[in-house]
């Protein structure tokens, strides 16, 4: 490998990179990095690059919690590896290249706080059942002139929805984006200007579920230095004002066996037992997948980010919405798209998580509830108690407790990695409790 990636390196250094930047994401989903001059590569895919163990447990606003007993004291070490079949030059800052990375103990072997490896290993364990994910995140974000201190004061858009009078406004933005996402390697669906304030989305395409978290952190990047060129700033958060609509990261997945996808045809097919699956586990799901303080903030009923437990078909209020196959599109197009999902999840826990507990339900060869049609948000108490309808977690203390009372979900994480992961989540809660609403909005619009 190192023999690979000195070669890369010396590609890149001819065409006029100087850097690569290691990266991966922590538990508060936020991209942390190192760059090595280009001629390191090489080293660095050999050794890896020293950091702090501590990262681990960093909260959301780059405090470090000591409140995990694994990692409890300043002392520590791990080495960042970058994976070097993933290395790009970024086409929107020229002179630098990207990887993301493993994170490893400093004799080399596994450390059970990589959250990278913790997806390649539900990955693994999946195909030994035969089964293969494949996944794609839908990201909205909302844009905003750089400086702006907020995204209400000064959008960076004024609508109206879905309109292509509100992409001219970001014109060369948006230009660079579909240049730079191309670039990058990385494959979009589409892209619009979503319902929300200022609001854009796009797509990518779905792929296998490590080169899918990968994505997702290359996207940031390649989005918000784009932004950077074009005089903007961009938020990624769940929510920038507690009335607007949040930004999601809706995470599609669907379930392969042999080639075939097995959610084409539910719900009398063979991957009812994955949709199933992530239903069942929801509550604890959605505890890895939409973690923060804002995540419960943005997970309200009638706003299509998904407040109760339930699945539908196309259903936009569903937190598991199934997108059926169809004559026109095929059986390929089938997947299910997982609501209560935003940027401050770290997307190989959420992808781990969201594998582990679909595979749980085919194993289990759990059945599905009729889908409902409806907003249950509009019903009465009655009414869902009567459907057996609950409501998702709505605070970080009803998240924790439903990880908690997981096995399955708190396995995938590991004794060690729930802990630190657990830390965090205590840590920002402490945070918030001396905060009011729009001081906590305020103070996460930029973090991711
Ligand atoms: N912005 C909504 C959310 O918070 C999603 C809107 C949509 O369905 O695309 O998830
Ligand atoms: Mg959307």
New binding site residues.
């Given amino acids: 490998m190192t023999k690979a990636a000195s070669a890369a390196a010396k590609d890149l250094a001819v065409a006029g990179v100087t850097g690569v930047e290691l990266a991966w994401a922590d538990n508060n989903g936020i991209p942390r990095s190192r760059i090595v001059p280009i001629k390191g590569l090489g080293p660095a895919a050999n050794h890896g690059v020293g950091v702090t163990s501590l990262f681990a447990v960093f909260d959301t606003h780059d405090a470090i919690t000591y409140g995990h007993s694994g990692l409890s004291t300043p002392s520590g070490d791990v080495r960042l590896i970058p994976v070097v079949e993933r290395l790009r030059r970024l086409s929107g800052q020229r002179t630098l290249a990207w990887a993301p990375a493993r994170q490893v103990a400093p004799d080399g072997s596994p450390w059970p706080y990589c959250q990278r490896s913790v997806l390649e290993r539900q990955v693994a364990e999946a195909a030994q059942q035969g089964y293969e994910l494949r996944a794609g995140y839908?990201l909205?974000f909302a844009v905003a002139p750089a400086g702006s201190p907020d995204i209400t004061s000064a959008p960076g858009h004024r609508g109206p929805a879905y309109s292509p009078h509100a992409l001219i406004e970001l014109d060369e933005f948006v230009a660079a984006l579909l240049h730079d996402f191309e670039a990058n390697g990385l494959a979009i669906n589409q892209l619009h200007a979503?319902?929300?304030p200022a609001?854009v989305?796009l797509s990518l395409q779905a792929t296998d579920p490590v080169s899918a978290a990968d994505d997702q952190l290359l996207a940031r990047q390649t989005i918000h230095a784009a932004a950077r060129t074009h005089g903007l700033r961009v938020s990624f958060a769940?929510v920038v004002s507690a009335e607007a609509?949040?930004?999601?990261?809706?995470l599609h997945t669907s379930l392969w066996r042999k080639g075939r996808n097995l959610l084409a045809g539910l719900p009398g097919s063979a991957g009812a037992g994955y949709l199933a699956g992530l239903l069942r586990d929801l509550p604890a799901l959605t505890a890895i997948t939409a973690p923060s303080v804002p995540s419960t903030m943005?997970l309200r009923p009638g706003?299509?980010?998904?407040a109760y437990v339930f699945w539908g078909v196309e259903n936009?209020e569903a937190p598991l919405r199934y997108v059926p196959d169809t004559e026109l599109l095929g059986a390929d197009h089938a997947n299910v798209e997982l609501?209560p999902s935003?940027a401050s999840a770290n997307p190989y826990l959420a992808l781990a998580a969201v594998l582990a507990s679909g595979v749980a339900g085919m194993a289990d060869e759990l059945t599905l509830p009729a889908p409902i049609a409806e907003d249950p948000g509009t019903w009465t108490e009655e009414r869902r108690a009567a459907a057996g309808v609950q409501r998702l977690p709505s605070t970080p203390a009803e998240q924790d407790a439903a990880l908690v009372a997981s096995p399955r979900i708190s396995a995938v994480l590991g004794h060690d990695l729930l802990g630190a992961f657990r830390a965090a989540r205590e840590s920002d809660l402490k945070w918030a409790a001396e905060r009011g609403t729009d001081e906590i909005v305020a103070e996460h619009l930029w973090r991711y």
């Fill in positions: 839908e909205e979503e319902y929300g609001q989305e769940p609509v949040g930004n999601g990261w809706h943005r706003y299509f980010a998904s936009r609501k935003d």
